[in-house]
């Protein structure tokens, strides 16, 4: 658990306060475009099965 939390505070995902973790406006920055990326991710996913699919 610590190294986990020091990888993401050397990320800049974290800062580490008295009251424990917060999250930085870096990692509020990339939960912007998370859901955009899956969908991504998603539609790749779909058109490699329809692909495989097609070839058999």
């Known amino acids: 658990m610590r190294y986990s939390l ?3 505070e050397g990320q800049g995902y974290i800062q ?3 009251a424990g ?3 930085t406006d870096v ?3 990339g939960m912007k475009s998370l ?4 969908d991504a991710i998603i539609t790749l996913l ?3 099965r329809e692909e495989s699919n097609t070839n058999q």
């Open 27 to 29: 990692a509020k920055e």
């Open 16 to 18: 580490a306060s008295p």
């Open 6 to 8: 020091k990888v993401l």
């Open 21 to 23: 973790a917060m999250v």
């Open 46 to 48: 779909n058109t490699m």
């Open 35 to 38: 859901d955009s990326e899956i």
